[in-house]
């Protein structure tokens, strides 16, 4: 007969209290492997964070230094065989917390699969209750240990202890209720159900140790990389640096679409529309550089698909759509102008994912333009020329991948494509000034 106290109630509380609990704790393993905010606002900010210092009474310190003291890691001597047969024996040093998000995980699978069924008085409940015990024991003598001052006191860690002693009660009601005869008929749960689950439970442990390797092993990459990633933001934000590296830049002859080309400053991007980094250069010339220059600056988008349809240049297609959304965007202009041109390219952008015939079909219509006359010039000689033309001028000046952009005949380096570059061009009125073009195409090949 189903019992709701035994049978549902104290069930699901231990399942509750082994996902506080293992949350808590891998709350606790990120601050022990400096895996956190880089800022410290953030992290006081964070849920954890306001439970330290509220554990704490008005300051989270404690939970830093608990986090990285000699109470915060549990020496666990390991064998190791060596080639003469003989073994010696070293000491792992494992967190606490990595300890306890393993306990209730480990806690949280075997309930799951076979700790609610089966007689209550075999052997492998036994074993389980017998290591619920020894990390009760665990938890009170941690907290005796910061309670005297001799660890520093933790909020979070106290919090996270608690709830371990609370989940080992909450199992202790359990067992104390519920029956000693079998929860199945004819003792369906047997021993080899327990392996099974203590199997899972460790493959679980296991991945998590293997998760937590692969989280330092970026940490420590990311962290070897933090020199020069201080040294490129440094340069990002020098003017001069960004100018002159710009005007280091070969001179080549990007050849204009137009008879006569303007005056001013001149930008050409050459893009693909499938291109996540082109996406967020075409808002980077709408959203920055072209307000720097405050309208003088002369924009021209080119195309050059990643995509062998309509792009010989290249040797596999990375992006299938790319030469029928470069064909749509140029049917736009062709039937409609550069303001119904501007307006595609945009659409075709936000839609990048789902291009295909019924895209172009529904742009069409937001465009204001006909469906059918649309797909008709996307497939026309006219357009398709226009496309190639422009794969032609990429290629002559070097280009092998999008996005790349060329300011007054110079290809702009990636380091240079921030808002201060904008504004220094921009400042720099003697070295926006087109130039006349000379000498050879460069040689070099574009990002």
């Not at 390991?78 to 024996?89: A, K």
């Not at 929860?183 to 293997?210: E, K, P, T």
Request: charged share 20%; with cysteine; net charge neutral.
């Amino acid at each position: 007969m189903l019992n709701v106290f035994t049978d549902i109630l104290l069930p699901g509380l231990i399942l509750l209290l082994c996902a506080a609990g293992a949350w808590l704790s891998a709350q606790l393993l990120r601050r022990h492997d400096n895996i956190w905010q880089t800022s410290a606002n953030e992290d006081d900010a964070s849920l954890f964070g306001m439970l330290c210092r509220a554990a704490s009474l008005g300051s989270g310190e404690g939970c830093d230094k608990a986090a990285h003291g000699p109470w915060s890691q549990l020496p666990i001597p390991l064998p190791r065989p060596h080639r003469d047969l003989t073994i010696s024996w070293r000491v792992k040093r494992v967190p606490i917390a990595f300890v306890g998000l393993a306990w209730f995980a480990a806690t949280a699978v075997w309930f799951s699969l076979t700790g609610m069924a089966g007689d209550v008085s075999q052997s492998w409940h036994i074993a389980f209750l017998a290591a619920a015990a020894i990390s009760a024991s665990a938890s009170i003598g941690l907290i005796f240990v910061m309670a005297s001052g001799r660890a520093p006191w933790c909020g979070g860690c106290a919090v996270t202890h608690g709830v371990n002693l609370a989940l080992v009660s909450v199992v202790a009601i359990w067992f104390a209720n519920t029956s000693s005869e079998p929860a199945l008929a004819g003792g369906a749960y047997s021993d080899i159900h327990a392996l099974r689950a203590m199997a899972v439970a460790l493959m679980v442990v296991v991945g998590l140790h293997l998760y937590r390797r692969a989280h330092l092993v970026t940490r420590d990459q990311l962290t070897r990389l933090q020199p020069f990633k201080s040294m490129v933001d440094t340069l990002q934000h020098d003017d001069a640096f960004l100018v002159r590296e710009w005007k280091a830049q070969p001179l080549v002859d990007v050849p204009s679409r137009q008879a006569a080309v303007a005056t001013g400053p001149r930008l050409v991007v050459f893009t693909d529309f499938q291109c996540p980094g082109c996406f967020c250069t075409a808002r980077q010339v709408r959203d920055l550089a072209i307000p720097a220059f405050k309208g003088r600056l002369q924009v021209e988008i080119r195309h050059y698909p990643l995509c062998t349809a309509c792009n010989d240049k290249v040797d596999r297609d990375l992006h299938g759509e790319a030469c029928d959304a470069a064909c749509a965007a140029e049917a736009a202009r062709l039937l409609g102008g550069d303001a119904t041109f501007e307006l595609m390219h945009d659409l075709l952008f936000m839609n990048s994912k789902v291009l295909g015939t019924d895209t172009y079909r529904r742009l069409a219509s937001q465009v204001g333009l006909d469906a059918d006359e649309l797909l008709a010039t996307m497939a026309s000689p006219t357009v398709r020329d226009v496309i190639r033309k422009d794969v032609e001028a990429a290629d002559a000046v070097g280009v092998t991948g999008t996005p790349a952009v060329f300011l007054d005949g110079r290809l702009l380096p990636a380091i240079c494509r921030t808002p201060r570059f904008w504004q220094a061009a921009a400042r720099h009125a003697d070295a926006l000034v087109s130039l006349p073009i000379a000498g050879p195409s460069m040689n070099r090949k574009a990002g």
